[in-house]
């Protein structure tokens, strides 16, 4: 307890050093950069698919979201299990209200604008028990939201990167540079001398799991699917270290997990229930415990003879995969 309340204070210093507060429970992860403006309030419309069987399963769903704070608008339909709600709370959580309730939820779609702008996804995985998702949301021609959950992290802050390449050949270590169309020097989110793919730091709580939801003006959506994103080991010291990398990588230490950038559905796209493969449900798929790290697994076997191949060939080639791998899966992202 002593351990884990020490653990606790670090992070809490750890936030206060990035300029954000903890939640009312003291030690709950809240994720964020040395930027506060970059966090974001906005609200998206997010689709689950949720198992209902009857209208007081729909009410107890309604009931958990309903008047709950970051929670604007919930939809719900019985008889296609459908959940639509409007919210400023990221994915995890706003699926982590409905699944209180008993019931299993499965996001099928994320909107934030008309007309849909776009929207990618990134499965993280890495050495060890590092997982996470990562969700792109273009809302305007100007800002792109990015929502994320990244579990199994050491407590603390760990840089976050998109990099330019989608090349996972040699794990985490062919991603290539930070992604850098424009040659600037490394940088913080909120600086205009940054990479493009320089989203900060992101904090993980005791538990090892880092949740934010942020909002940038760099980043679209279109230029960065076949790309990767990957987290850091340490924190990025946004270009001000005084470290030789600073300027370059912002010193953050070794890539600990990584994913391919892959288009996602937006709302409405992805009406599947049950993968034509297998005929295992949405319901099961969601219940597979390496259900991520197994589609990228997939990804990096079948390319393992690509190493020579030119790079922008490489990065199509693993984005078909991807997505020829999605539809087989019907996985739901
Ligand atoms: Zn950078």
């Known amino acids: 307890m002593a351990a884990a309340s020490s653990r606790c204070g670090r992070v809490a210093s750890a936030l206060r050093r990035v300029g954000s507060s903890l939640l009312s429970s003291g030690c709950v992860a809240q994720v964020k950069t040395r930027s506060d403006k970059m966090e974001s309030e906005r609200v998206t419309k997010l689709e689950f698919a949720v198992q209902m069987t009857c209208d007081s399963c729909a009410q107890r769903v309604r009931a958990a979201l309903e008047g709950q704070p970051g929670v604007r608008s919930v939809s719900v339909d019985v008889g296609r299990e459908e959940v639509l709600v409007e919210a400023s709370l990221s994915t995890v959580e706003v699926q982590a209200l409905i699944e209180a309730t008993g019931r299993r939820a499965v996001l099928r779609g994320i909107g934030g604008s008309e007309p849909d702008l776009g929207a990618a996804v990134a499965m993280l995985a890495g050495a060890g028990q590092i997982q996470g998702v990562v969700r792109f949301l273009q809302v305007s021609e100007e800002r792109c939201l990015i929502d994320g959950t990244i579990d199994g992290l050491e407590p603390g802050l760990h840089g976050l990167h998109v990099h330019s390449l989608g090349d996972l050949t040699r794990d985490c ?36 799991r880092a949740s934010f939801r942020l909002e940038d003006s760099q980043l679209k959506v279109w230029d960065v699917i076949g790309r990767s994103l990957v987290v850091d080991a340490g924190e990025d010291d946004l270009g001000r270290g005084g470290h030789p990398l600073s300027t370059q990588t912002g010193n953050s230490g070794e890539r600990l997990a990584c994913g391919i950038i892959a288009r996602s559905a937006g709302l409405f796209q992805n009406p599947k229930q049950i993968c034509a493969c297998d005929g295992v449900t949405l319901w099961e798929e969601r219940d597979r415990p390496d259900s991520r790290a197994r589609a990228q697994q997939v990804v990096r076997a079948r390319l393992s003879n690509g190493s020579g191949r030119d790079h922008f060939e490489t990065q199509h080639r693993r984005v078909e995969l991807l997505s020829e791998e999605g539809r087989r899966r019907c996985s739901g992202s």
């Open 173 to 208: 270590s062919s991603c290539g540079d930070h992604y850098n169309p424009s040659g600037r020097r490394h940088g913080g989110p909120g600086d205009a001398e940054r990479h493009v793919g320089d989203l900060g730091n992101v904090v993980a709580g005791p538990g090892g």
